[in-house]
């Protein structure tokens, strides 16, 4: 167990452009979560997929994103037509229901962070 | 809707002496709350957690916290500061019933020698 790991770290890229983030969960994980966090505040959620199903999505989550999980692993987050206001660090997390309160608790990776310039 | 507030967004105290962070939620049922703790460039990592079992939690690295309904409050302590527990702590919220968590705005917390 590797624990949750997020690729890249970093992100540069020009207002317009196209990004697309990855998050790979614990293995035997089967509920994904992104969140996005901005400088001095908390993470604020933004989608969440149960196996590849996406359940919840965020009222912060544009047309602009979209967030996939095609086979129920890794995942990946899409954000079109960047804007400066998307600079941000974009966290994933996974948990596992069947633990005896596992649902509610996460594992973090260590983040994307994105800079639109 | 739910929420939760962090007092206190810096808050500094000398090596050794006891850490207090403090953090109120809002919920219409009894929720689960949560103190994660990020370390510069890094992910959260769990410190303890309060399910409605027992309301004092101990948690890591000599972290515990004691829910009280009648404040409303999750309160964060660790008897004697470490400098290696430097860092920004979130405290979070999820209803029993949810999937998302509701983060505070974090606490940065400074160990001074």
């Known amino acids: 167990d590797t624990g949750v790991s997020q690729n890249p770290r970093h992100k540069i890229t020009k207002r317009g452009q196209n990004v697309t983030f990855r998050c790979d969960p614990i293995?035997?994980?089967?509920?994904l979560y992104w969140y996005r966090q901005t400088l001095g505040q908390g993470p604020e959620f933004l989608t969440y997929?149960?196996?590849?199903?996406?359940?919840?999505k965020s009222r912060l989550l544009s047309d602009r994103f979209s967030a996939e999980r095609p086979k129920g692993s890794f995942s990946t987050l899409e954000i079109q037509r960047t804007e400066q206001g998307d600079s941000a660090m974009y966290l994933c997390?996974?948990?596992?229901?069947?633990?005896?309160?596992?649902?509610?608790?996460?594992?973090f990776g260590p983040g994307t962070r994105l800079t639109v310039t | 809707a739910q929420s939760v507030t962090q007092l206190g967004s810096h808050v500094s105290v000398s090596e050794g002496a006891l850490v207090l962070l403090r953090c109120n939620y809002s919920?219409?049922?009894?929720?689960?709350l949560f103190w994660y703790v990020q370390y510069p460039n890094q992910g959260l990592q769990l410190l303890l957690k309060?399910?409605?079992?027992?309301?004092l939690v101990k948690g890591i690295n000599d972290f515990e916290a004691e829910f009280k309904k009648s404040e409303t409050s999750f309160h964060l302590t660790k008897p004697s500061a470490h400098m290696s527990d430097a860092a920004e702590y979130f405290c979070?919220?999820?209803?029993?019933?949810?999937?998302?968590?509701?983060f505070g705005t974090g606490t940065s917390l400074t160990v001074i020698p």
């Open positions: 997390a996974s948990s596992w229901p069947r633990l005896a309160g596992g649902e509610y608790e996460q594992y």
């Open positions: 293995s035997e994980h089967n509920r």
């Open positions: 997929f149960q196996n590849e199903a996406q359940l919840e």
């Open positions: 919920s219409s049922v009894p929720p689960y």
């Open positions: 309060y399910t409605s079992a027992a309301t």
């Open positions: 979070a919220v999820i209803q029993n019933t949810g999937n998302q968590f509701y």
